[in-house]
């Protein structure tokens, strides 16, 4: 039995996601988090053969609980599930620790062969993945400017571009509206630009949103 334990801030999609799992008779969905400090509790004590973790958590990115968790929990593996599109976000996930990447809104099949794929200690690509990986291997590419955010600046990039206001920013990602604009002003400042219509724009034309 593969034990696999769900980290998504948002209820409805990991109810969905855990009866989607629940429906292949060699997994078992034995813990449930929405937020990081769930996720210590539930690791505590829940077997976890594999991790499904959503990249946009409240006070802590994705990513930066892929980095906690690779220091506790060394073993487990990590598949992340996300609604980010994958030319964007997939490539950075995986060099960042995680065996795979899957799109929530990506065949529910998939995700339980996901699932089996990265317990067997493979990484999980789509063909998708896969080209963009061969591609990356097979030629220099030019970094783009977002590329070189952090993960919290590359979140509040998008989201300032999905149109929330940094009060809600704040909220949402458990911060200060202090520490979100001190992001915002290394985001300006590392892509050149002047203010947020020009943040949207960029985050348009490079498929951020």
């Known amino acids: 039995m593969i034990h696999v334990v769900l980290c998504d801030d948002h209820a409805v999609l990991r109810r969905g996601i855990r009866d989607t799992l629940t429906e292949a008779p060699d997994i078992s ?3 449930e988090a929405g937020s990081y400090a769930e996720l210590r509790e539930v690791l505590r004590s829940a077997p976890c053969d594999v991790l499904l ?3 946009n958590l409240p006070g802590r990115s994705g990513l930066e609980v892929l980095a906690s968790v690779k220091e506790t929990h060394a073993a487990l593996k990590v598949l992340i599930v996300s609604m980010y599109p994958e030319d964007q976000y ?3 996930c995986l060099r960042a620790g995680a065996q795979g990447y899957a799109n929530k809104a990506g065949d529910p099949v998939e995700l339980i062969a996901a699932v089996r794929t990265v317990v067997q200690g493979r990484k999980y690509l789509t063909a998708e ?3 963009m990986l061969a591609d990356s291997l097979a030629q220099p590419t030019t970094e783009m400017p977002h ?3 952090s993960e919290r600046e590359l979140q509040t990039l998008v989201k300032i571009a999905s149109g929330r206001r940094l009060s809600d920013i704040a909220e949402e990602l458990m911060l200060s509206p202090k520490t979100v604009s001190v992001y915002r002003a290394r985001v300006l400042e590392k892509l050149k630009l002047t203010n947020n219509a020009e943040l949207t724009v960029y985050a348009i034309r490079n498929q951020l949103v």
């Open 29 to 31: 969905v034995t813990g």
């Open 53 to 55: 973790l959503d990249l």
């Open 90 to 92: 997939a490539l950075r």
């Open 129 to 131: 993945v896969a080209q």
């Open 147 to 149: 590329e070189a955010l």
